[in-house]
C-alpha cells in the first residue's frame, strides 16, 4: 500500500499542486513573467517598463512594428502589450499575424485610438484587452497579471507533450490536431506518461499509479494498454512518441 500510494503522488501530486498554485496566480517556479513592449515613443515605453519591472517582470521592447514583430514571434514572452500606430508595419497586421502564429500568447492594445470602433476592431483582431492612452501604469500592470492568472489556470487543465494534447477537465484528448477517443484506462496511462514526458516510469510504477496494483510479475497489462495507446495515438507513417526503455519500462518523447 505504501508503494501504491508513493506511487500515486508521484503521477497525481504535482498536478494537484500546479492547479492549487494556478488559482492563486502562482503556478510553476516562480520565474519572472517576460513581456514585449511594442511602442515608438521612448517616454511611453520608459514609463511602462519601469511601472512593469518594478513589479517583477522582465521587459523588452521594440520601437516599430517589423522589429515589434520579428521579437514577439522569435521570442518566448509571456505577454505583448502594443501599441497599434507604428511606424514599419500597423499594429493591427501584428496583432493578426501574432493570433495566427501564437494564439496563446496575450496581447494588451496600448494605444491613443479610443473610438469604440477601434476598441472593436482591435478586440476582434485578436487582443484580449484594450488600453487607451493617457493611462495609469498601475491599471496596465493589473491588466497584464489578469491576462497571465487566466493563461495558468487555463494550463493547469492541461498537459501537453510531443504534439499530445489532453484536457484534464473534458478528458479530450487531440494529436497532431486529430481528435483521439479512449477509454478510460488508457486515458489515465496517458496522463501519466504525459506528466512524466521524457522521464523513464518502471512498468512497476506504472501498474500502481494507473491500475493501484502491488508489484506482480505475472501480469502483462501495462505492456498490452501501452500497445493500444500506441495504436490510437500512432500511425503507419507517424508512430506514436512511447518508446521502450528495455528492461526498465517506457517513456513519453525523448529523454529530458
Request: net charge negative.
Amino acid at each position: 500500500m505504501a508503494r501504491r500510494d508513493a506511487t500515486e503522488a508521484r503521477c497525481d501530486g504535482e498536478a494537484e499542486a500546479t492547479r492549487l498554485r494556478a488559482a492563486d496566480g502562482l503556478a510553476g517556479p516562480q520565474v519572472a513573467s517576460r513581456v514585449l513592449v511594442v511602442e515608438d515613443e521612448p517616454g511611453i515605453v520608459d514609463f511602462v517598463r519601469r511601472g512593469l519591472e518594478s513589479e517583477g517582470f522582465e521587459v523588452e521592447s521594440a520601437g516599430d512594428g517589423i522589429e515589434g514583430e520579428r521579437l514577439a514571434l522569435g521570442g518566448d514572452f509571456d505577454a505583448v502589450v502594443l501599441d497599434l500606430m507604428l511606424p514599419g508595419r500597423p499594429g493591427f497586421e501584428i496583432l493578426q499575424t501574432l493570433r495566427r502564429a501564437r494564439p496563446t500568447t496575450p496581447v494588451i492594445v496600448l494605444t491613443a485610438r479610443g473610438e469604440v470602433d477601434d476598441r472593436v476592431a482591435g478586440l476582434e483582431a485578436g487582443a484580449v484587452d484594450y488600453l487607451v492612452k493617457p493611462f495609469s501604469v498601475a491599471e496596465l500592470v493589473a491588466r497584464v497579471r489578469a491576462q497571465l492568472r487566466v493563461i495558468a489556470q487555463a494550463s493547469a487543465s492541461t498537459l501537453a507533450a510531443e504534439d499530445i494534447e489532453v484536457n484534464l477537465l473534458t478528458r479530450k484528448v487531440v494529436r497532431g490536431g486529430r481528435v483521439v477517443t479512449l477509454s478510460t484506462t488508457e486515458f489515465e496511462l496517458l496522463v501519466c506518461l504525459l506528466r512524466h514526458a521524457g522521464q523513464v516510469l518502471t512498468r512497476e510504477e506504472i501498474l500502481s499509479a494507473v491500475w493501484g496494483y502491488e508489484h506482480d510479475p505475472t501480469t502483462n497489462v501495462v505492456d498490452v494498454y501501452v500497445g493500444y495507446l500506441r495504436r490510437k495515438l500512432g500511425s503507419r507513417d507517424d508512430p506514436a512518441p512511447i518508446f521502450t526503455v528495455r528492461a526498465v519500462g517506457y517513456r513519453l518523447g525523448g529523454a529530458g
